[in-house]
């Protein structure tokens, strides 16, 4: 198996990735959200959430939709740009990143977090913060041998109109030389 590629999401992805929104989340959330909502979770309906985002740029600039794909197939998506809430003007967050779960294991999420890390760092943030489940300890775990570490912060977000707590994780991220670029 070829290592993970990482490009730009193009409307064309917008089939696979609602594919692995869904797998993804019936596979992580077992327990940690209503089972009746991740049963009712539609791939298709997903596929057009995509098909309409990736059909438009982003409204900010700095932000990327990335796929990574193994031998030429979308097997994850991740989201990444400017932070909202109360951070400052130089702190990027990963919004979302999946991986199909036939590929766990592959290196394709590893290969999509750094190019989410190599992005904001190419549009000027010093830090990146992410949001997620208290008790995915798989995410948590994943994120954590990437060197990001829970600060403390804790919320009640609505993802997809289920509401769930969260907590942030955050990483100082590497100066622009570190991916060759200044």
């Given at each position: 198996?070829?290592?993970p590629a990482v490009r730009r999401a193009e409307p064309d992805d917008a089939?696979?990735?609602?594919v692995i929104h869904v797998a993804a989340w019936r596979a992580a959330y077992p327990g940690l959200m209503p089972q009746a909502y991740l049963d009712g979770l539609d791939a298709g309906n997903r596929a057009d959430h995509w098909r309409e985002t990736l059909a438009v740029p982003p409204r900010d600039p700095?932000?990327?939709?990335?796929v990574a794909e193994l031998?030429?197939?979308v097997v994850g998506f991740a989201v990444v740009g400017p932070a909202g809430g109360d951070e400052t003007d130089d702190v990027g967050e990963v919004y979302t990143l999946n991986v199909d779960p036939g590929a766990w294991g592959s290196?394709?999420?590893?290969a999509l977090l750094a190019a989410c890390?190599?992005?904001?760092?190419?549009?000027?943030f010093a830090e990146a913060v992410v949001w997620l489940h208290p008790d995915n300890a798989r995410s948590r775990d994943f994120y954590e041998q990437q060197d990001w570490l829970p600060d403390g912060a804790t919320?009640?977000?609505e993802v997809f109109d289920v509401e769930i707590d969260e907590v942030r994780y955050r990483r100082a991220?590497?100066?622009?030389e570190a991916y060759g670029t200044s």
């Open positions: 198996m070829a290592a089939d696979a990735l609602g700095r932000t990327a939709r990335l031998d030429g197939e290196g394709s999420g590893r890390e190599e992005h904001l760092v190419a549009q000027g919320r009640r977000d991220l590497p100066p622009p």
